[in-house]
């Protein structure tokens, strides 16, 4: 080997734009990948191409071993181009494609020197197929690294020999376990199930790598137990249990891509090569579908959502502290998702007793969040209680939680705008109350913006970004980067009743009432809505949510927007039955489970309208928030709801499902509907201006 090999990138290499190629003076070569444009490193068709010249090229040389490394701190690769799903024309084109991914991943485990992916964070979808065609993967041990193949959740299944090369090195159940339902795991669960061979801190992981090279130990394998999953005679048995397990989540018809996940893995397992051909064929089918295609759109929604999150103003400090006056159940929240996304956090109240359960509630999410100990012990540190408000002062993000009392909200915030920074973000957490009636009394009224959160949140992604018409521009910009600075979506919205998704959920939590008071059971509401695609029926969620909460709501856009409102849901809450939190609303609950009351009845012939009933009243208020400009486009309502409520993601959003059902038929069948049960499902002005 002469010296330039040596010392540096080789000469006869072939020039790259997001590839870089060097060798050291153990002979070890190394492949780094650094997406030219992008924040992140995805594997767009060019990326291949270039990965292909330089693996031709290593293929010549004399050289030790090869490492792939990733120069980007965001992490290591996070699949495929998900842009260029767009531009598939067809099947064909699809599998020629996918089959391109496979020869060269093929390629990459047919190399005759030791192979190594070292990776520094996320590592999922195509990225993780391209590890496991390396002999080893060693991964940085650190909260943000997550590995997985979640393909299912864009509609598809590995298609580069994930699903393959998956159950060879961890057997099919763990396998299995992880694509069909998209999950991914950090770096210490990797290790355990064996996806990894280690798992490192950040100063050990090149040396780490560049051994594993040196000594060449045999590549892992599943142990004789795990391989025995993949038995022609144990395959259909399995296959049944995946099923079942998939159809408590999914329907075939709407999310098919893990049910032919498991028709690859049950008729093809036996044979590697087969099973490569079947992954192929059965990946370029479905991401053609209209599902696929949705899911993709939303996939891009969600990536716009992120984007309205980053600083565009250079003047914008990024937040360190956050205060938050309110320890309820949403303050506290708030407050402990801040603290578990690496920010101090005080936590303030009335008295220390309304602040110690909030306290106990974040012990039992960052222990469950965080291994080691020691990362959730960390997180708790940062989390303090504050009586007088110390941390006032201190504050870049002011976040007020207390009772949805506008005279109340108003007198503490004239308080914090005489003690807060200048620069501080004055936020409410408000669901209701429009911000021109709480910022009349500030001297900037610029300066309060809402953001708000939904219940629970650390579960819920998106957050609405309040701002009325005289609130900064630079206070919303501010208020939208904290909201991706704690990993969640930010959603501008206008200040009006109900701002955007409560304004829109709420026409569907009350009919669905109306439909239980004229007889429907609870039962077949809930049904008919997950059958549409909901993640949970209206009648459990108004449970979930309380029916104190639901009715307060309900009374304030019923003022506001001449909605009516439920006797039953009066009579209800009248008689302290407020849902799960009271142990009996609409449904009595048992612990840890729900049962309905005795005196609900199943129904033998159900309405055919009960779907048409839930589903376009919301229909009609998306057009409403529309037509009033709550929200600037069709599709970040889109975004909205799917991200918030889990509107049926495959169908793209409510504004898309519209779309694709048609204008003119959904208007019609909102006249028929109203002719038969009233004023409430009258379409609204916005029809006649073709918002879609």
């Given amino acids: 080997m002469n010296t330039q090999q040596q010392t540096g990138i080789m000469n006869q290499a072939p020039a790259t734009r997001h590839w870089s190629l060097s060798i050291d003076v153990d002979a070890l070569a190394s492949l780094h990948l650094d997406v030219d444009g992008s924040s992140t490193n995805v594997l767009s068709a060019e990326v291949l191409g270039e990965f292909e010249q330089l693996l031709e090229y290593i293929e010549t040389q004399t050289v030790n071993g090869l490492m792939i490394v990733s120069d980007k701190s965001s992490g290591f690769i996070a699949g495929a181009d998900i842009k260029e799903f767009t531009r598939i024309q067809n099947e064909q084109e699809a599998l020629q494609l996918i089959q391109r991914g496979q020869t060269l991943f093929d390629r990459l485990e047919a190399l005759s020197i030791p192979t190594i992916s070292v990776i520094n964070g996320f590592c999922v979808g195509g990225g993780l197929e391209l590890a496991l065609a390396c002999d080893y993967r060693i991964a940085l041990d650190q909260p943000k690294t997550r590995i997985g193949l979640p393909e299912v959740k864009l509609g598809i299944h590995p298609g580069f020999g994930g699903s393959m090369r998956l159950n060879r090195l961890i057997g099919a159940v763990s396998a299995m376990s992880l694509m069909l339902t998209g999950r991914t795991v950090d770096a210490r669960q990797a290790k355990r199930l064996g996806i990894i061979d280690y798992a490192v801190p950040d100063r050990q992981l090149s040396s780490a790598a560049s051994a594993m090279l040196k000594t060449s130990p045999k590549p892992r394998r599943a142990s004789f137990l795990k391989a025995l999953q993949s038995n022609t005679l144990l395959r259909p048995m399995l296959s049944w249990l995946f099923r079942r397990q998939v159809a408590k989540q999914a329907s075939p018809n709407q999310y098919p891509a893990p049910y032919a996940l498991i028709d690859v893995w049950q008729l093809y397992a036996g044979s590697e090569r087969a099973m490569l051909d079947a992954e192929a064929r059965s990946a370029a089918k479905l ?10 759109r939303v996939f891009m929604l969600q990536e716009r959502l992120k984007s309205l999150g980053k600083q565009r103003d250079s003047s914008l400090n990024a937040v360190n502290h956050v205060h938050v006056v309110g320890a309820g159940t949403m303050g506290g929240d708030i407050a402990s998702w801040s603290a578990l996304r690496n920010l101090s956090v005080t936590l303030q109240d009335r008295e220390a007793k309304f602040i110690a359960p909030s306290i106990k509630r974040a012990s039992k999410l960052f222990n469950r969040k965080f291994k080691p100990a020691r990362l959730a012990h960390a997180a708790m540190d940062r989390l303090h209680p504050d009586l007088q408000g110390i941390g006032i002062k201190q504050a870049d993000v002011i976040i007020e939680a207390i009772v949805e009392n506008a005279e109340i909200k108003q007198d503490l915030f004239k308080s914090l705008e005489s003690q807060c920074k200048p620069d501080a973000i004055l936020a409410t957490n408000t669901s209701s109350i429009p911000l021109e009636t709480l910022n009349q009394v500030l001297q900037q009224p610029e300066r ?27 206070v919303v910009s501010a208020a939208a980067a904290f909201v991706r600075q704690i990993d969640r979506l930010p959603l501008p919205v206008k200040s009006a009743p109900g701002f955007l998704i409560n304004r829109i959920l709420m026409p569907y939590l009350l009919e669905a009432v109306e439909l239980l008071s004229e007889g429907v059971p609870a039962e077949v509401i809930d049904q008919t809505a997950t059958d549409f695609g909901m993640p949970m029926g209206p009648i459990r969620l108004a449970d979930t949510v309380g029916l104190d ?32 939190k009271s142990g009996q609303g609409f449904y009595d609950y048992q612990p840890s489970r729900f049962k309905l009351k005795q005196t609900q009845k199943s129904m033998e012939h159900p309405p055919e309208d009960v779907e048409d009933r839930l589903i376009l009243r919301m229909l009609n208020e998306c057009i409403a928030c529309l037509r009033e400009e709550v929200i600037e486009d069709a599709d970040l309502l889109d975004a909205g709801m799917v991200f918030a409520t889990g509107f049926a993601p495959f169908t793209g959003g409510p504004m898309h499902y519209l779309h694709n059902r048609g204008r003119d038929s959904v208007m019609q069948r909102l006249t028929e509907l109203e002719s038969r049960y009233g004023e ?8 006649t201006q073709r918002l879609v």
């Fill in 549 to 580: 909460i639901c009715l307060s709501v309900a009374n304030i856009l019923a003022d506001q927007l001449n909605m009516q409102v439920p006797v039953i849901l009066k009579q209800k809450v009248d008689d302290n039955h407020l849902g799960k």
């Fill in 680 to 687: 409430r499902f009258h379409p609204d002005p916005g029809w």
């Fill in 448 to 474: 309060l913006v809402g953001i708000h959160f939904f219940n629970p949140v650390a579960r819920m992604q998106l957050v609405e970004i309040v701002s009325a018409a005289n609130t900064s521009p630079q």
């Fill in 287 to 296: 991401i053609i579908t209209d599902t696929s295609k949705n899911l993709v």
